[in-house]
């Protein structure tokens, strides 16, 4: 295995998402049972793929953050849960289909379930999910979330398309990578908590400023996830470390190594990402010259940055321990280890 890099975390690394799951801990124990009920089915394999996933540990931040988005304005109905429900399908139907699109052994510690089922299983299962995710949209009869949920669904494909475009290929800029996990991570972070707020009956500045919240948030989220695979960490998310160089990914660090290197060490990136030949010995030389070139710590930087943006987008919010937990949240994902 590659020789690891310690992230250095900020004062703030002590946050975590307790006190958003306290808050939200009786509506999520409905939106728990939601999912179990619509993930019944005569056909067998589709409730046995379903719950490999879904029961694998997964925190559930997005559903939660929709219950959070609603109750933050009172909001006392039921609506939330079948839209959380919702969410989290939308969620565990890409996690399928991008293991089978990334060729991904593991997932959440587990072997994926294409592993264990094969890649037509997991696809199949996941359009499943999205049929669900779809039906229990339009049973809580708000076209305004339908609108904002099915304009995700089709965002994050777009961002799946790109991201196969600059596969392999360092001359992709930061603009692009940018692009790519702003369709394919932070779309349905936005849209989960903005349709908390339409279910709410806010008005459209609360909506921005959720819907802002969550894009900022799903972009350090993810540019997190970049560093992390390149860092001693990576065990608790349950992957290799390297398993996105391994895969020829193109990431931010790898960006930002690639940009500011010289020539010979722009031809090592090309050889191991473009042309897929690489070792473990690579991955070594891979890491050093991150660290060379701070490319993990500008990575976390930016990330902070994007943290911040999702802070000031609360700032419209009175002081509550709704908006206290919202902010946690982003603390934790900018300073997580898992």
């Keep these: 295995m590659g ?15 307790e006190r958003l799951v306290g808050l939200v801990s009786g509506d999520m124990a409905r939106v728990n049972e939601m999912i179990l009920s619509r993930t019944g089915s005569d056909v067998q394999l589709i ?75 997991s696809v199949l299962v996941g359009d499943f999910l999205l049929g669900q995710a779809f039906k229990m949209m339009v049973e809580v009869g708000s076209l305004p979330a339908l609108d904002v949920l099915s304009d995700a669904a089709a965002v994050i494909a777009e961002g799946e398309v790109m991201q196969l475009v600059t596969a392999q290929n360092t001359t992709t800029n930061e603009d692009e990578y940018l ?13 989960a908590c903005e349709v908390g707020a339409i279910v709410a009956d806010r008005s459209a500045d609360e909506r921005g ?3 802002s919240y969550g894009t900022n948030l799903g ?42 290197g010289d020539d010979d060490e722009r031809a090592f990136w ?31 930087a930016r990330a902070r940055h994007y943290g911040a943006m999702a802070r000031d987008a609360l700032e419209i919010f009175p002081k509550s321990d709704y908006r206290q937990a919202l902010t946690d949240v982003v603390d934790f994902c900018v300073s997580r280890t898992y």
């Design 3 to 17: 020789n690891v890099v310690s992230l250095q975390k900020p004062p703030e690394s002590e946050a975590g998402i």
């Design 47 to 121: 409730p046995e793929v379903a719950a490999h996933l879904i029961e694998s540990g997964g925190k559930r931040l997005r559903p939660m953050l929709t219950l959070a988005g609603a109750q933050m304005f009172g909001y006392d109905g039921s609506r939330h849960i079948k839209l959380a429900a919702s969410v989290e399908f939308m969620h565990t139907a890409t996690l399928l289909h991008d293991d089978v699109v990334d060729e991904s052994d593991m997932r959440r510690g587990k072997a994926a379930a294409r592993m264990v089922w094969g890649n037509e299983a």
């Design 219 to 260: 972009l350090a989220f993810q540019l997190v996830d970049d560093a992390l695979d390149y860092s001693g960490a990576q065990a608790n998310l349950g992957k290799r470390v390297g398993d996105d160089f391994r895969d020829g990914k193109i990431t931010l660090p790898v960006l930002l190594a690639y940009r500011r």
């Design 179 to 191: 692009a790519v996990i702003r369709a394919k991570t932070a779309a349905l972070f936005a849209a």
């Design 270 to 300: 090309k050889r191991c990402l473009n042309d897929r030949q690489s070792s473990e010995a690579d991955l070594d030389r891979a890491i050093a010259l991150m660290a060379t070139h701070r490319a993990l710590d500008d990575t976390i």
């Design 209 to 211: 400023a959720l819907r």
